[in-house]
Structure formats: C-alpha cells, structure tokens
C-alpha cells in the first residue's frame, strides 16, 4: 500500500472539485448558489443532497450522509482511502509523492502501465471499426446478437494479424519494447511477439474502472490457441483476485448487497447490459477465496450462481456455492438447460424471462441435494447413507454454527430421515484445533492494535455523518483506553480536528505532521470493511475497548491479592474492591442520558 505525503495529498485537496467528483457518479443540477441531486444514500423523490462548493463538502438533508470528496468515494463507490486518493489525483493531475522512494518509482510504474493500456485499447477499438479485417469481426459479434451500441459501451476491439503493426504504432507513441512487455502486450524477449493477434479484444478494468489487460477470443477456426486467452500476469493484472465486470457491478452489488456469478465475460456482459448490472464472471480460472472475498468486502449477503447448463457448470456450482457457505453467504443456483449459458438464454427468450429465473432461483441446499441424488435409488438405505453423509460432511465444514443447524434440519427434510439420525452422526467441527491453527504466527499480531484501529476507523467513517458518534465516543473512551500509542495520539488529534469544525479526511490527513500518524491513518483508512455496518462495527469496538479495560483492572487487582506482600486488612479491602468492579459490568453510556451494553 503506498503512503504518500503530506505536501502532495495538500496540493490534492486543494484542486478537488466536490461538484465535479459527485457529478461523474450521479446528476447534479445548479439551483441558484446550490447545487442539489437526489441522495444516492437513501430513497427519495425530492432531491435534499446539497453539495458546497466553497468547503468541498457534501449533505444530505434527508439521510445524514455528509462528506468530502474522498468520503463519497468511499461510500458509494466502496474504494478504499488508497484508491479513492489515486482516483482524484489521476482526474486532477496531481503528483502523489510516496512516502518512501521505492514506492515512488513503484507508482510512477503503475501511472505508466495503466497508460499503454488505456493505449492499447483505444488502438484495438480503432481497428475493429476502420478496418477490413474489423469488418468481418464486427459482423461475427452481430451474429452473436451484440449490437454497435453494446460493442461500444464496452469497447470491444480487434488485434489483426499484421506483424509489428502494433508494436510500432506503440513505439510511436512512446511506449517502449520494455514497457509493452511489462504491461503483457508482447511476448518475452528476445522474441517479444504480439501477444494478441487476430482476436476480438474485450478489455479487462480494474473495479475502479482503467483498464489493466485484456481477454482476446478468437472468431475464426484457424487462429492458433484456445478460444479465449488472458493478458499474462502483471503488476496491475492479478487474475485469482479479479472479478470480470466489476467495475460496471461494483456500485450495485454493494448497495444491494447480492451478486450474480456466471463463468463468462460475453455472459456477464450481457447481463449488464439488460440491467443486471451485478453481475460478475471469474477471470479465465476457477472461482476461488480471492474472488469470494472481493465480494464478502463489499458487503455481498446473497449470491445467484448462474452456470452453463452443463456437467462442469454443475460442479462449478456445487463448489462455488459451497464456498459462500463456508463464509456465511446465502447461495441461489439459477439452473439452464443443457447446453445453454445466460448469454445464449438472454438471446432466445429475453430479459424478462431470466428475471423469472432469477426470482425462482433454487436455495442452494436443495439444489445440492437433488444434483447428488440425481440418478441415486434413494429406496436403497446405503445409497441413500451415502448421499446424506456426503452432503452432511460439506455442511459441517461451514463456519456458522447456526447455518450448520438449520441445514442439517432441512437435509433431513430433503432426504425424509428424522432429524436426530443426521445430526447424531455429524462430528462436532473441532474448533480449538481450528483456532490453534489459525494463531500460527500469533506473535506478530497484535489485538490490542487491530481493536484500536478498528474503532478509530469506524469512528472516522460516521463523523462526516455528524457530531452524534464522536460525542457518544468522547464521554465513553478516554486516551486510558489504549495500548497502542499511536492510536493514542491519533484519537486524540480526531478530538482536536473535530473541535476546529467539519471533519474532512484529507485535511485531517494533512493536518497530522507527523509522518508515523499519517502512515497509520493511510493504513486504518486501507482497511476492507462494509460502510453499511459502520455504526454497529463502531459500537462493537466501543464495547469490546470497555470490556478490555474493565478486564484489564479486575485482573490488576487480582495480582496484587495473590502477590503475597498484602496485610490482610489490605487484602481484605483489594478482595471488596475486586467483587464490586466485577459487579460493574462496563455499558455505552449514551446522549439521552442512558446507558446500557452493546449486543449486536
């Protein structure tokens, strides 16, 4: 994660333009002195989104929402600080200056890769329409049913067979042999051949939207390869952890909290394009963690799984779906024919009939049940012990407790068994073996860090919303109530910037002057996370820092008991001392006067 300095995030601040920012995400319209929109935060009909110029802030008289340009970055289009800070100044034109020089050269590299992308793509988008052999691709795509309208919008292209024609053209422009290879244009040297060649190009963009590769498929039966071939992998190009489409999805998905799966790109495009803009495919490989997690960051509680209707679309469900599971997400399996994708069934029955399709997805359990089962005599006691099993042993792996229980019940509906034969041959899931094993390196963690951090970040996202959380914080958690010295000084500094008016993350960032604080809030703000569940998150923290504490005091009474150096009247009176702390069960004392614990 590159963390850049203060000057230069300064000279950022000073060039943003909060109605140019908000403008390229939603409509902005001036009203007199004011610019209004309706809040992208909330529902409504009359717009009460205020955006002001002069302090570069943004609110919402309807919802709350209030923020700067790097805020609504991050809440509506779930970047990260880092990103959010690269976008603007890749907008404004502003110079980041790393913190250290590697990261310097670093970013400079990448600035430079995402150029002789954008480079490349524009210059496939060129030949696929002014071309004669771009002709012949561009009927083969309307064949498929993609119009010019859609070939556009996602600027599809074309890499012709003609040696050198694009290397030269790129030459031309600057980018040398070097950088073409880096970028995964060319082959390695010494050869460095084109590595698209007489291809249709489908351009590959990181979720915030610039392009980091390319997926090329061949239209005509004698090009060499596969169907489809992928951009190697490359500094900016990291396929196990991309999601095809998700810079079209990523706004959607994360408001609604669900995503549709599919395997292809032509397949999510498609989808997109009719209005199922959240929809996503992996990236020429295997669904993995990398890509569950990507959704799981942006707050994905239901999954729609829609393969090809076929044997390996089938596993790749079963396995994807079971995958989500072990994370706690909801599975729905959108299940096609036989030798049907969701491209082709949008083609031969419309829009209208995959939203029934979606509307009528299968829960996932029952679409397991009935894919084992599938050709099973179930009248058989063994088979029947064989299917089961299988099944109950996937379950068993999931990591919620609850989802454990609930779907062992419903298997033993689904299988008409009585539920205590089910549960009764599960073995409990062996949880302090897990655990163990997931403390390895432990020594290199540090809780008391990640608590701390955690709730300066949640606190951090809820101020531009107002006062009411930072108030709520002030009269709850003291500097005491940190281990970390670090986090320390920098809620202290949140309590000192808030006190001289509006909160803005920028600002704040360049306030800090010192260069420890900075890297520390660069890193608090990087941090995955659902905005959606900032207050809960916020509260959570707070009680677990009061939790701590009041631990931290019972267990500094008891070593003094048990030091062996009291009298026994100073004994006596620490042993009083220590029951009536345990009796005071720390609670959240809020504005209105009340206090109680926080339970999620």
């Not at 913190?99 to 480079?119: F, G, P, Y």
Request: proline share 3%; net charge neutral; hydrophobic share 40%.
């Amino acid at each position: 994660m590159a963390l850049y300095s203060r000057e230069s995030l300064e000279n950022l601040r000073n060039k943003v333009d909060i109605v140019d920012v908000v403008s390229q995400h939603i409509e902005v319209k001036k009203q007199g002195a004011v610019y209004k929109a309706l809040c992208p935060f909330h529902d409504e009909k009359t717009p009460s989104f205020i955006l002001d110029k002069s302090d570069g802030h943004y609110h919402c008289f309807g919802c709350g929402a209030h923020g700067d340009a790097i805020q609504f970055l991050l809440e509506h289009q779930r970047l990260s600080f880092t990103e959010a800070v690269e976008r603007l100044a890749e907008r404004y034109h502003v110079a980041l200056v790393a913190i250290e020089k590697e990261d310097v050269t670093e970013a400079e590299n990448k600035a430079r890769l995402r150029e002789v992308l954008e480079s490349a793509c524009q210059y496939f988008e060129f030949m696929l329409v002014h071309t004669e052999e771009g002709r012949k691709a561009a009927l083969y795509l309307q064949e498929r049913g993609l119009t010019v309208k859609f070939i556009k919008k996602f600027r599809l292209g074309l890499s012709i067979n003609e040696p050198k024609l694009f290397q030269n053209y790129m030459n031309k422009r600057g980018f040398s042999g070097d950088l073409l290879e880096e970028a995964g244009l060319l082959s390695k040297a010494p050869a460095r051949r084109e590595f698209f060649f007489d291809r249709i190009t489908f351009p590959i963009h990181h979720p915030s939207g610039y392009v980091i590769g390319f997926s090329a498929r061949k239209f005509k039966e004698g090009t060499f390869g596969g169907k489809y071939i992928n951009s190697p992998e490359t500094k900016l190009f990291k396929k196990s952890k991309l999601l095809f489409g998700l810079n079209y999805s990523r706004r959607r998905i994360a408001k609604e909290r669900k995503a549709l799966i599919v395997e292809g790109q032509i397949d999510a495009l498609r989808l997109i394009d009719e209005g199922f803009d959240f929809a996503v495919a992996s990236q020429g490989t295997a669904f993995g963690e990398e890509h569950a997690k990507e959704l799981q960051r942006l707050g994905v509680v239901t999954v729609y799984l829609s393969f090809d209707g076929d044997d390996a679309g089938g596993e790749a469900a079963t396995k994807v779906g079971d995958l989500f599971l072990k994370m706690g997400v909801e599975v729905k399996v959108v299940s096609l024919e036989k030798g049907e994708d969701p491209d082709s069934f949008m083609r031969k029955w419309g829009r209208d009939a995959f939203a029934k399709k979606l509307e009528d997805a299968e829960d996932y359990l029952d679409f397991l049940f009935r894919r084992m089962a599938k050709g099973a005599d179930l009248s058989s006691p063994a088979v029947k012990k064989r299917v089961v099993d299988e099944i109950a042993s996937m379950i068993n792996k999931w990591e919620s407790e609850i989802i454990i229980h609930e779907s062992l019940k419903k298997l033993s509906f689904l299988a008409k068994l009585p539920e205590n034969l089910i549960t009764r041959q599960i073995e409990k899931k062996p949880v302090l073996l897990h655990q163990r094993t997931s403390l390895a390196g432990v020594a290199k963690i540090d809780p008391h860090f990640i608590l701390e951090s955690d709730f300066i970040r949640w606190l951090l996202l809820l101020m531009p919303k107002g006062p009411t959380h930072l108030s709520i914080a002030a009269q709850n958690i003291t500097q005491d109530h940190f281990n970390t010295p670090l986090c320390r000084q920098l809620y202290q500094k949140i309590h000192e910037m808030s006190s001289q008016g509006t909160m803005n993350l920028l600002k704040f960032s360049t306030s800090l002057q010192n260069g420890e604080l900075e890297a520390l809030l660069q890193e608090i703000l990087s941090k995955s996370g659902d905005p959606s569940r900032a207050e809960p998150s916020f509260f959570e923290a707070m009680q677990k820092l009061l939790d701590r504490s009041w631990m931290d005091r019972r267990e500094s009474i008891r070593v003094k008991i048990q030091s062996g150096h009291l009298s026994e009247e100073e004994a006596f009176r620490l042993l009083k001392e220590f029951e009536e702390v345990k009796r005071q069960e720390p609670k959240i004392r809020y504005l209105d006067g009340s206090e109680k614990r926080y339970k999620n």
